[in-house]
C-alpha cells in the first residue's frame, strides 16, 4: 500500500483539498456571475460608461417596473401558501396509508416535480390555448362558457399561478413527508391516551415538530417562485398587458429582448435584497428554535 | 423613418460610377482559400424552403470548396434574436447570421461593414427599395446583405367567399389578379370600410383576426394601422410624439375595430393567426402567404377561397409593414472572405428566383429588379390570381416597425411591443385612451435612454 504524503495524512489539509471543487463550481457558478450581474447593472445601455446607480433609479421610474414587483409579489405569494397547504394536505394523506403502499403514491405525487417545467408548461398551454382550447372544448361541450385563460389578465395570473402550483406542489409533498416521519409515534399515542382529536394532535404535535422544516421549504419555494422563468415564457410571454411578468421574465423582456443588458441585470438584482432580509429573518428564526430545542 | 427618393439621373449617375469601380477593380472569388462556414438562417415557415436553401448553400460550398453548414432557426419565441444575443456575447457560433430590421440595430457594433458586398449587388443587379435601406444602412454604412429568403409582408390574407357572402365584398373585382383595377373602388377600400366589413362577418360567426400580444405579428399590423391614421408614437426626428390627434384617432379606431374580433388575440403566438384562417373560423388575418402555402397542404377547401389583397387605406395613406430579413456577418467570424462571396452569391437573380419558387411567392426580393424575373405571384394558386397582390401592385408604401422613427428607436419600439401594449391597454385593459398614452410616454422614456 502506497503512503499518503505527509500533507495529506493531516486531516484539515484533506479537508480543504476535497472542498476545493465545491468551492470552485460556488465561485464560478454563483459569485461570479452575481458580481458581474451587479457590475453590468452600473452600466450605460451600450456598456460604455459607469453609470453607478442610474439603472436602479431609471426603474423606479417606470410604471411597468412597479407593476412587475406587485405581480411578482402576488404570484409568490398565492403559489408558495397553495404549494404550502396542498403540499401538507398530500403529505398527511399519503403518510396515512399503510408503508408498503406508500411507495407508488410517493412516485406518483412526485411527476409534476421531476417532468422539465418547459415541457410540460407546454402541455399546459394546450389545455389552455387562446383559440383551441382542450379545456374550453369540454366547458363548452357541458354548454359551459369558454375562459379566456391565456387573454385575460385575471386568468392569464390565474394560469401561471396554477401551473407553478402544479409543479412545484410535490417538493412541499416530499419534504413534509419526510418531516412527518420523523415525528416520533409516541408523541401521538401518548396524546390519544390524554384524549387529544385528529386536529389537537395536529395543532400541538405535528405543526410545532415540522415548523423549521416549513419554514425552510417556505423559504426556499419563495426564491425559487419568486426567480421563476419558464411557466410565464412558455404560457403568456408576460401578457397580455404586461400582466404576468415576473423579475425574471422582464429582466429577460429588457435586457436580452431590448438589448438593454444593464438595465435587464438591475431588474433581476432588484429582488436580491428582499430575499436577502427574507432568508435572514427565517434562518435566524430557525437557528433560534434549534437552539431552544437543543 | 426618413423616406429618399432617387431620380432617375441620380441613380444613372450612380450606377454608372458603381460600373467604372467594378471594372477598375475586377471581383475576384476567394472562396476556393477557404474552409468552413457556418450559417444560423430563418426556419422557413412554408414547408419545403428550408430544403431548397440547404441545396442551393451545399452545391456553392462544394463548387467553392467550403464546409458551409446551416442552422434553422425558428422564429416563434423570439429565437433568432436570443440566439444572435447569446453569439454576440459570446463571440462564438454561426459566421452568417440573420437579422431582422428590429435585430440590425442592436448588434450593428458587432457586425461587418458589408459596403462592398451590398454595392457590388447594387451596381450589377441596380437599386433597393428604401426601406431596405432604411433597416439595413445605419451609421453611414451596410451592417448587413440582402438575404435570399424570409423577407415578407403584412398583406391582407382574407376568405374572398366570406367576405362575398356576408359583407358583400367582391375582394377579386376590388384587388383583381391584374393590372385592371379600377381605382375608385380601390380608393373607397378604407380602414372604416373593413371595419363594417369586420362587422357583418363577426355578426356571420366568421370574424376577422389579428393579434394584439407581444409578437411580431401585432407589430405588423399594428405599424400599417397607425401609419395610415399618421399615427406615430415617436416621429421621424426621434421625439415622443404618442401625445397627439392622430394617435387618439387611431386608438378610437382600434377600440371600434376589435369589438368585432375575438377575445384570443390578445393572447395569439405568431401561429395563432394563421391556426385562425387554416382552420376556417375566420375571415381574414394580416399576414404573408404562409397561412395560404400550410393551407393548401393541410385545408385545401380554405385555400382555394383565400386572396391575398392590399392593406385599408387611412386618412394619411396605405401603408404595408414589410418584415425584412438580412444576413449579416459577425465580426468574429474567421472566415470573412469565403462569406462575402457566399452573400453575394445569394443576392444573384437566380438564386433568389429559385428562393421565390420555392417558398412559393411568400419571400419578397429586396432588390427592385428581381421582381422581373419571376410570376410566382401571378402564377400561385389555387385559386387563380390568389397571391398576385401580394407584392405590391398599388399605391401601399411599404414600411417596417416602428415607422416613422428613426431605425435604432424603431428597433426598440417593436422589440419592447410598444404600440400593441398600448393598443391593448385601451381596448382590453380598461384604460382609458389618455391613460394609455400617458402609459406610452413613460414606457417611451426606456425605449429612448441612452
Redesign the interface.
Known amino acids: 500500500m502506497r503512503v499518503l504524503p505527509p500533507l495529506l495524512r493531516r486531516k484539515p489539509a484533506v479537508a480543504v483539498l476535497m472542498c476545493v471543487p465545491l468551492f470552485a463550481l460556488i465561485l464560478g457558478l454563483v459569485a461570479y456571475p452575481f458580481f458581474h450581474a451587479l457590475f453590468l447593472a452600473t452600466l450605460n445601455k451600450a456598456e460604455t460608461a459607469f453609470v453607478g446607480l442610474d439603472n436602479f433609479s431609471f426603474l423606479f421610474g417606470r410604471q411597468t417596473f412597479w407593476m412587475v414587483v406587485r405581480q411578482s409579489l402576488l404570484f409568490a405569494l398565492v403559489a408558495v401558501v397553495f404549494k404550502a397547504l396542498i403540499g401538507l394536505a398530500a403529505a398527511h394523506a399519503i403518510n396515512t396509508i399503510p408503508t408498503k403502499g406508500q411507495r407508488k403514491w410517493r412516485g406518483m405525487m412526485l411527476i409534476p416535480w421531476v417532468i422539465p417545467p418547459a415541457l410540460s408548461t407546454l402541455g399546459w398551454w394546450w389545455l389552455f390555448e387562446p383559440t383551441y382550447s382542450a379545456i374550453n372544448w369540454g366547458l363548452t361541450k357541458l354548454a359551459v362558457p369558454a375562459v379566456p385563460w391565456l387573454s385575460d389578465t385575471f386568468w392569464a395570473r390565474f394560469s401561471i399561478i396554477l401551473v407553478n402550483v402544479w409543479v412545484g406542489a410535490p417538493f412541499f409533498l416530499i419534504m413534509y413527508l419526510a418531516a412527518l416521519k420523523s415525528i416520533p409515534g409516541e408523541l401521538y399515542e401518548a396524546a390519544e391516551m390524554d384524549g387529544a382529536g385528529p386536529w389537537q394532535k395536529f395543532f400541538y404535535i405535528t405543526l410545532p415538530m415540522i415548523r423549521n422544516i416549513i419554514a425552510i421549504t417556505t423559504l426556499f419555494s419563495i426564491i425559487v417562485t419568486l426567480a421563476n422563468f419558464d411557466i410565464v415564457r412558455v404560457l403568456t410571454q408576460g401578457g397580455p398587458l404586461n400582466t404576468t411578468h415576473l423579475f425574471a421574465t422582464y429582466a429577460f423582456r429588457v435586457g436580452i429582448e431590448s438589448g438593454d443588458i444593464p438595465l435587464g441585470a438591475a431588474v433581476s438584482l432588484f429582488m436580491f435584497p428582499m430575499l436577502a432580509i427574507l432568508a435572514f429573518i427565517i434562518l435566524r428564526n430557525v437557528r433560534r428554535r434549534a437552539a431552544s430545542l437543543a | 423613418m426618413a423616406t429618399k427618393t432617387t431620380s432617375r439621373r441620380i441613380f444613372m449617375q450612380s450606377a454608372g460610377a458603381a460600373a467604372a469601380g467594378a471594372l477598375a477593380a475586377p471581383y475576384v472569388k476567394t472562396a476556393t482559400s477557404a474552409g468552413r462556414l457556418k450559417l444560423g438562417v430563418l426556419d422557413h415557415w412554408v414547408p419545403g424552403t428550408n430544403q431548397a436553401l440547404r441545396q442551393i448553400l451545399t452545391r456553392w460550398g462544394e463548387a467553392n470548396g467550403v464546409d458551409v453548414s446551416v442552422d434553422f432557426i425558428t422564429s416563434l419565441?423570439?429565437k433568432p434574436?436570443?440566439t444572435a444575443?447569446a453569439e454576440a456575447r459570446a463571440r462564438a457560433g454561426h459566421d452568417i447570421f440573420m437579422h431582422s430590421s428590429a435585430m440590425v440595430p442592436?448588434f450593428k457594433d458587432r457586425l461587418v461593414a458589408l459596403d462592398d458586398v451590398v454595392e457590388d449587388i447594387l451596381s450589377t443587379q441596380g437599386p433597393i427599395a428604401d426601406v431596405f435601406r432604411y433597416a439595413g444602412h445605419l451609421d453611414g454604412s451596410w451592417r448587413v446583405s440582402p438575404a435570399p429568403t424570409g423577407t415578407n409582408c403584412y398583406a391582407t390574407v382574407a376568405r374572398r367567399d366570406l367576405f362575398l357572402e356576408h359583407a358583400g365584398v367582391d375582394l377579386t373585382e376590388l384587388f383583381p389578379a391584374n393590372d385592371s383595377r379600377d381605382p375608385a373602388k380601390v380608393e373607397s377600400w378604407d380602414w372604416e370600410a373593413f371595419r363594417n366589413a369586420a362587422g357583418a362577418l363577426h355578426a356571420a360567426g366568421v370574424p376577422v383576426g389579428a393579434p394584439v400580444?407581444?409578437?411580431p405579428d401585432s407589430t405588423g399590423w399594428l405599424t400599417q394601422l397607425f401609419a395610415a391614421y399618421g399615427a406615430a408614437v415617436v416621429d421621424e426626428r426621434g421625439d415622443v410624439s404618442v401625445n397627439s390627434d392622430p394617435v387618439r384617432e387611431v386608438l378610437e379606431y382600434a377600440i371600434r375595430l376589435l369589438e368585432f374580433l375575438?377575445?384570443?388575440?390578445?393572447?395569439?403566438?405568431d401561429a395563432?393567426n394563421n391556426?385562425?384562417i387554416i382552420?376556417g373560423?375566420g375571415s381574414a388575418i394580416f399576414n404573408p402567404p404562409s397561412a395560404w402555402a400550410v393551407a393548401k397542404r393541410d385545408s385545401p377547401d380554405v385555400a382555394r377561397h383565400i386572396w391575398h389583397c392590399d392593406s385599408p387605406r387611412g386618412p394619411a395613406g396605405r401603408f404595408r409593414t414589410f418584415n425584412t430579413i438580412f444576413w449579416g456577418l459577425w465580426d468574429f467570424s474567421e472566415n470573412q472572405s469565403a462569406a462575402r462571396d457566399l452573400l453575394r452569391y445569394v443576392a444573384e437573380p437566380h438564386v433568389v428566383a429559385a428562393m421565390l419558387d420555392a417558398s412559393q411567392g411568400y419571400d419578397l426580393p429586396m432588390v427592385l429588379s428581381h421582381y422581373d424575373h419571376t410570376n410566382v405571384w401571378a402564377d400561385g394558386q389555387p385559386p387563380a390570381g390568389g397571391l398576385y397582390n401580394y407584392a405590391i401592385r398599388g399605391d401601399e408604401r411599404p414600411i417596417v416597425g416602428g415607422y416613422p422613427a428613426p431605425a435604432e428607436i424603431g428597433a426598440?419600439i417593436t422589440?419592447?411591443r410598444v404600440v400593441s401594449?398600448l393598443v391593448?391597454?385601451v381596448t382590453?385593459?380598461g384604460d382609458s385612451i389618455d391613460a394609455g398614452i400617458s402609459?406610452a410616454e413613460?414606457?417611451l422614456?426606456?425605449v429612448l435612454?441612452?
Request: net charge negative; glycine share 14%.
Open positions: 419565441g423570439n434574436l436570443l444575443q442592436l400580444a407581444p409578437i375575438p377575445d384570443s388575440v390578445y393572447a395569439w403566438d395563432g391556426r385562425w382552420s373560423s426598440s422589440v419592447q401594449n391593448a391597454r382590453q385593459g402609459w413613460n414606457e422614456e426606456g435612454r441612452g
